[in-house]
């Protein structure tokens, strides 16, 4: 396995390139399912989850090619397999996005239960509940859930009692091409969702309310082929954020959004570190010290959960004290433990963790336990003194390309040590 090795207490100055939204990526490449293609997604990233959708996609019968130059990914077809087995779907939970476009277009899909994973429980519930709502029939049996709808969906008013970005993207998938309107209520609001929205709407489909927590849909017979620029990645550039703010540099995101960093905008400027929009993206620098903030995470345009981990590790080098409290996830403090291995002073309680500031941390061995704990660890050892190795870096490579090179390019000192 592949640990990366990095030294720290230099400042990054210069630009770093933000990919495409791993998490838009993949609900893109599910929505191919939807028609015959071709769906061209430019601005592609090339990540470890995207290439375990595309294995997915092509086993259901898809075309997927990916150019990682052009940065393009064309995909087209016809599903001529409806089984989404349990050993792709448990080493991706996103896999669930194919149940609501292969029930919409083929009134039929077998897709194993995604199962917890490291950060929580992770139920579909609302997924499947809302597409019930919508006249599918779902048994479960044998860790799969075996779903049909024999005269097709139908719209429906759909309320989310709890804010999910997967069930709210699942169904407004499979609303495209149900017989009717659906309403979804208390939608998820993230960027990632207006992407997806938008690029439905360039297949054919008739969608309203983008940007709110009210998405109506008017089901269309059929939808066809689009090109579509997946947005920046807001979580990628988040973490270069903190990464720039724990070095004390200055660093040009190149290609990001401001207004879809959200509340983290926001916090990172009271924290001391200034965020400002620029024609080619977003500058972040750091020119006094840190100060400790209170966060709590929420659904966008809340502060990002999948921001905690990275933001904790610049609290922990924070003049005074921060509380961060996890709303979304149950268990998505396991980079605690490894960064008090690195000096830092953090105590949990419960959906809780007091952060007290230290001067400086110093480097160590460390473990990466999930994809956001994996670079929160990395962003301790830009700061910390001494060499730190990250063991167990494929949770990286999920959701981050190239990232020690991107790192290197703005002066970390910062290697990967093949496994
Ligand atoms: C998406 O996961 C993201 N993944 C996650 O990013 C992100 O942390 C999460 O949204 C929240 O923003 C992708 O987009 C591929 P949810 P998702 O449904 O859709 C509960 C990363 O690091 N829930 O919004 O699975 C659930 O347990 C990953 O890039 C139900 O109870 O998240 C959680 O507590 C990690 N029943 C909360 O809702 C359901 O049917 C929010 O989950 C669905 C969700």
């Known amino acids: 396995m592949d640990r ?17 939204a791993k998490n838009a990526a993949l609900p893109l490449m599910a929505a191919a399912l939807l028609s015959e293609g071709p769906l061209v997604l430019t601005n592609a990233p090339a990540l470890d989850d995207t290439r375990t959708m595309a294995g997915l996609l092509a086993q259901h019968g898809l075309s997927v090619d990916h150019d990682t130059n052009a940065r393009t990914m064309t995909l087209g077809g016809t599903a001529t397999n409806l089984v989404a ?3 792709l779907v448990r080493k991706m939970r996103a896999s669930v996005l194919v149940l609501g476009p292969l029930l919409a277009r083929y009134r039929e899909a077998k897709v194993s239960l995604p199962g917890g994973c490291a950060i929580g429980t992770r139920p579909v519930d609302l997924h499947l509940k809302g597409l019930e709502e919508m006249g599918a029939k779902i048994d479960l049996d044998s860790g799969y859930m075996n779903a049909t709808a024999p005269e097709g969906l139908r719209g429906a008013k759909i309320y989310f009692t709890q804010v999910s970005v997967g069930a709210t993207e699942n169904l407004l998938m499979a609303a495209t091409l149900a017989d009717g309107i659906t309403e979804l209520v208390n939608a998820a609001r993230e960027p990632e ?11 054919g489909a008739r969608i309203e309310g983008i940007g709110t927590d009210r998405l109506r849909i ?6 066809h082929g689009a090109t579509h620029p997946i947005v920046p990645d807001r979580i990628e550039a988040g973490t270069f954020a903190c990464a720039a703010g724990i070095t004390g540099g200055e660093v040009l995101l190149e290609g990001a959004k401001l207004e879809h960093l959200g509340t983290v905008a926001r916090v990172l400027r009271e924290a001391g570190v200034e965020v400002d929009e620029s024609p080619k993206g977003v500058i972040v620098k750091r020119l006094s010290g840190l ?3 209170d ?3 929420e659904p966008f345009p809340g502060f990002a ?3 905690q981990a990275q933001f904790m590790a610049l609290m922990a080098v924070a003049e005074g004290a921060s509380m961060i409290t996890e709303t979304i996830f149950e268990n998505r403090f396991m980079h605690v433990p490894e960064m008090n291995r690195m000096g830092a002073r953090i105590n949990v309680h419960g959906s809780s963790a007091i952060v007290r500031g230290v001067s400086r941390l110093s480097g160590a061995p460390v473990m990466a336990t999930d994809l956001r704990a994996s670079v929160s660890l990395i962003l301790a050892g830009l700061a910390a003194g001494g060499e730190t190795i990250v063991n167990r870096v494929y949770h990286l490579d999920r959701g981050y390309e190239r990232l020690e090179a991107k790192l290197a390019a703005v002066g970390a000192d910062i290697e990967r040590l093949p496994g």
Do not use: N, Q, W
């Open 305 to 307: 959960t999948d921001m």
């Open 193 to 203: 969702i207006d992407d997806l929205a938008h690029c439905l709407i360039a297949m």
């Open 218 to 223: 008017e089901g269309v017979k059929a939808l």
């Open 4 to 20: 990366i090795r990095l030294r720290g207490g230099r400042p990054l100055r210069g630009s770093i390139p933000i990919g495409g």
């Open 295 to 297: 966060v709590m995470t």
């Open 291 to 293: 100060r400790g903030v």
């Open 85 to 87: 087995p349990y050993d």
